[in-house]
């Protein structure tokens, strides 16, 4: 058996996320269903994370055990040819026994696009997040300052994310390694948040919360105290899924 690396993107828009769900279409779902014919058996796609419904990607990773001579890339034309366009596998690679697409990852990046301006043009609308109202950059940059490094981000954690009475792991623990804003051009920019790893809802959280900030909703001392208080309830809202796209994973 050969394990065969896939790096996916795709468009979440008409997707329920990432994970298969019954009576739902899914990326793994659709990915699985195409191997399965090339197969003539069902494969299951190990993918390095979940994804949420609405949510895009431009660098997933997955893999999958193949018993097929069949070199990889040949793997990325067949399933490009029979994927809807919404999905596409930008590589396939072969990869050594010891490999998982999940495990063997060391960190990620996701970006959140938004347009700061009285109109955004309608094919933006599925990819970035509308708001009207002047942003303080300054102080929604000094908030980023305050989450890089290592801390609890129990407060942008969703329940859900995982069992807080496992007695092992890290807990809600994370490391970020960059958090910044950066400005495309006029009226786009993007929030770019690198990290070894992220609770569910995580990067929405965090966004949501320095949105307020930067709309005036909150102070930067409010955010600090939210960080601090490793309560959900003392953050900000979730902040829509369609803005936010995992950009890499690093290995």
Aim: charged share 20%; aromatic share 8%.
């Amino acid at each position: 058996m050969k394990i065969i690396r896939l790096l996916i993107a795709y468009d979440g828009t008409d997707f329920h996320g990432w994970q298969v769900q019954p009576n739902a279409p899914t990326i793994q779902g659709e990915i699985e269903k195409r191997l399965a014919l090339m197969h003539t058996r069902a494969v299951t796609l190990h993918g390095a994370g979940r994804t949420d419904a609405g949510v895009h990607a431009a660098g997933m990773v997955a893999h999958f055990h193949t018993e097929k001579p069949i070199q990889p890339q040949s793997f990325a034309n067949g399933l490009n040819s029979m994927l809807p366009a919404s999905i596409r596998i930008l590589e396939a690679t072969e990869e050594e026994e010891s490999f998982h697409s999940r495990f063997s990852a060391t960190g990620k990046t996701y970006i959140y696009s938004i347009h700061n301006g009285a109109v955004m043009m309608p094919c933006d609308r599925l990819y970035r997040v509308h708001i009207r109202a002047e942003l303080d950059f300054s102080a929604m940059n000094e908030c980023l300052n305050i989450i890089t490094g290592i801390h609890d981000f129990a407060s942008f954690e969703t329940s859900g994310s995982r069992d807080p009475s496992h007695p092992k792991g890290r807990g809600s623990i994370r490391t970020i390694s960059d958090a910044a804003l950066s400005h495309e051009s006029t009226g786009f920019f993007h929030f770019s948040i690198s990290g070894d790893g992220f609770l569910r809802h995580m990067v929405r959280n965090i966004v949501g919360t320095v949105l307020e900030v930067g709309l005036g909703r909150r102070t930067i001392a409010c955010f600090r105290q939210a960080v601090l208080s490793r309560k959900r309830s003392e953050a900000g809202p979730t902040a829509p899924a369609h803005g936010l796209m995992l950009k890499k994973i690093y290995y």
